[in-house]
């Protein structure tokens, strides 16, 4: 029976994670994302439902569109992947609860930036306003008012500390190393982690995002990387492993 559910969550994540791969592609362009006839990104041809399948028609049709032959954009079939694998692993985690709904939406949350941020560099407002209010309204449910406050003051804290370290880089690398929506980011994390732990994702994204950086200036020549991803990698590792103060603090000391 457990499986049965892992697998449903598993198929549930690569189709929302297709939706959040046209939102991520469209929204920055101006694009409708909800009206608008599925079609090949190069030829603009159609897509018939079959040819739309998460994962599987990419497999089928070997990368490539059916019509024209331009090769599909190696992001869609990535992002549906990892979404399906963040929602399984979110039903795995933490089984029917709230706690569920607030890991579907960091592993949603997770996808789309992800598309976003590696496409065009940025982390669009409505997203993180949407998600915003997804986890106020959720978190409210799981704590009540109180444990909203305290969400909103490690919100604040952590957007506080990014917002330096955005100042600190752009005075030590004369130019602009963190995007304001790295910034606004923190802001989210807060809403859903407490301070402590949610400085640990900032560590943490730094941590994994230096050797990538350093790869891709040697590879790429190219020393613009988006950080968003990162964060937000950071952020699922401590989420998902539910790392609390309390747990920081016992592992020091
Ligand atoms: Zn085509």
Excluded at 222 to 234: E, R
């Amino acid at each position: 029976m457990e499986a049965l559910y892992l697998i449903v969550f598993f198929i549930l994540g690569t189709l929302m994670s297709s939706f959040f791969c046209v939102v991520g592609l469209r929204l920055p362009r101006g694009e409708n994302f909800v009206k608008g006839k599925s079609a090949c990104d190069s030829c603009q041809h159609p897509l018939a439902l079959y040819e739309m399948i998460p994962l599987i028609s990419y497999l089928l049709q070997k990368g490539r569109c059916r019509y024209c032959g331009e090769k599909i954009a190696p992001i869609i079939p990535l992002s549906e992947l990892i979404g399906g694998l963040l929602y399984a692993i979110s039903y795995y985690i933490f089984g029917i609860s709230i706690d569920l709904l607030i890991a579907i939406g960091v592993a949603s949350l997770f996808v789309i930036i992800f598309v976003t941020d590696t496409t065009y560099y940025i982390i669009p407002d409505t997203v993180l306003f949407f998600f915003g209010i997804y986890f106020v309204i959720l978190e409210f449910l799981k704590q009540g008012l109180t444990g909203i406050l305290s969400h909103i003051t490690s919100a604040i804290i952590l957007f506080t500390i990014m917002y330096l370290m955005m100042l600190l880089g752009e005075k030590l690398f004369k130019r602009e190393s963190l995007g304001g929506g790295d910034v606004k980011l923190l802001f989210l994390f807060g809403l859903v982690l407490e301070s402590i732990p949610g400085f640990l994702t900032i560590f943490l994204a730094s941590l994994i995002a230096l050797p990538s950086s350093l790869i891709l200036l040697y590879k790429e020549k190219t020393n613009m990387i988006p950080f968003g991803p990162f964060l937000l990698l950071g952020f699922a590792i401590v989420f998902y492993n539910q790392i609390t103060t309390a747990k920081i603090i016992e592992f020091f000391f």
